[in-house]
């Protein structure tokens, strides 16, 4: 029963995290007046590679399930050492992440699943792995973003199905579905994601990681105009 805690996950290193990706051209597209059109999806790209390699490093993730139709971000992900497919539905962002789950279970037909945004860019391993802790105990978490409006993470102990409901005010939604709501400190970096201008300057202030640092190491002027 969602809400109860659940026993049949073991906290470490079992946990497949499923992280969709828009093609480049279409992502992140609220950061173009901040940014500009060119780097824009440069930069969607090295938030996803920041998320990713973070995520790879924390000590409860077994493996890292990307969806996307984005080839060079395929690519690119695929050498960190994640898992990319298809996102065959083509039908947005939740049923990119059941798409997601059912590939990492087709694998591991045990296996917790938990879904995290890709635009992450000042995501810590670390802090991750508190967060996954706490997953470890529920059938189904969450954690809120930053504005507490929408949804940066959501999971799904082993047998229970993830049943994502991102977008907009999500929060709300997940919390309705019975999702345990994670409200630990010190998991800020699992809260900041990157939508506008405000929130990059947000992120670089917690720290972001080398591929996002390495796309502005140009000091191009972040700001909404």
Do not use: Y
Request: proline share 6%; net charge neutral.
């Amino acid at each position: 029963m969602e809400g109860e805690a659940a026993t049949n996950t073991d906290r470490t290193g079992l946990w497949s995290l499923v992280v969709p990706l828009k093609p480049l051209a279409r992502a992140k597209s609220r950061l173009t007046q901040a940014t500009g059109a060119l780097l824009r999806p440069r930069l969607a790209l090295a938030f996803a590679q920041d998320t990713v390699a973070a995520a790879l490093a924390c000590r409860a993730v077994r493996d890292v399930v990307v969806v996307t139709d984005d080839p060079v971000a395929a690519a690119a992900l695929t050498e960190l050492g994640a898992l990319v497919v298809p996102d065959r539905p083509g039908a947005g962002l939740n049923a990119a992440l059941v798409h997601g789950a059912r590939a990492a279970r087709d694998r591991r037909p045990a296996a917790a699943v938990a879904a995290l945004n890709a635009d992450l860019p000042a995501l810590r391993p670390a802090e991750l792995s508190r967060v996954f802790d706490f997953a470890a105990e529920f059938a189904r978490t969450f954690v809120a973003d930053s504005a507490v409006v929408g949804t940066t993470f959501l999971s799904a102990s082993a047998g229970v199905e993830l049943r994502p409901d991102f977008g907009g005010p999500s929060r709300a939604r997940h919390l309705v579905s019975g999702a345990v709501e994670i409200t630990s400190a010190g998991i800020d970096s699992v809260r900041r994601d990157v939508d506008t201008g405000d929130d990059l300057r947000a992120a670089l202030a917690l720290g972001v990681g080398p591929h996002t640092a390495g796309c502005l190491a140009a000091d191009v002027p972040v700001g909404d105009r």
